[in-house]
């Protein structure tokens, strides 16, 4: 499990850096922004490839839940999924879904975390599901600072298609990945 903390150490502390415009400034008089820009990415990459392979060693190790999860976890999971593409869609796709939520990709992660604890107890899971809970509460938290000193605009042009685009295509990954792809890509079906 140390290559999982490990790697999730690292995502999240690069992640935080732009919370704290102070050290991203500096980093990026130092490094240059293109330089910041490719260390960001490089620390990035190797975190989330240190979360991968760190939850399948972990998954395949032998630990005791730390809870066991309701038999209608797994209900409330699949009901709290529904959201998260959309979301995802949303915040590239810029319309009413990201003036109403503000930070859809933020809240997505949220959502998708929490939907997982409902399913999951096993040491690592939490620790996966939950570091990602605190970390979305934390960038959300000082997002909004930022934005009660300097509000951005919300005024997205195509915005009813981009939210129309954002739902159809996120259902789309909902049901694909409800179908076949959490089998493929995570080794757990939803389906069985």
Do not use: C
Request: aromatic share 14%; no cysteine; net charge positive.
């Amino acid at each position: 499990m140390t290559l999982l903390i490990s790697g999730l150490t690292a995502f999240f502390a690069v992640h935080l850096i732009p919370s704290f415009s102070g050290l991203r400034e500096g980093l990026v008089q130092r490094l240059s922004f293109n330089g910041y820009r490719g260390l960001y990415t490089l620390i990035s990459l190797g975190g989330l490839v240190a979360i991968v392979y760190g939850f399948g060693a972990a998954w395949n190790g032998d630990y005791a839940p730390w809870y066991v999860a309701p038999s209608w976890g797994r209900h409330v999971t699949m009901l709290l999924m529904l959201p998260v593409f959309p979301l995802f869609f949303a915040s590239q796709l810029k319309g009413n879904i990201t003036r109403v939520t503000k930070h859809p990709l933020i809240n997505a992660t949220k959502l998708w975390a929490v939907a997982h604890l409902f399913a999951n107890g096993e040491p690592y899971s939490v620790i996966l599901f939950g570091s990602f809970l605190i970390w979305a509460i934390l960038v959300r938290i000082t997002i909004a600072r930022r934005e009660r000193i300097n509000p951005p605009s919300r005024d997205y042009p195509n915005a009813t298609r981009n939210d129309v685009i954002s739902v159809g295509l996120g259902l789309i990954f909902y049901g694909l990945f409800v179908w076949k792809l959490h089998a493929i890509l995570i080794g757990v079906p939803i389906i069985t």
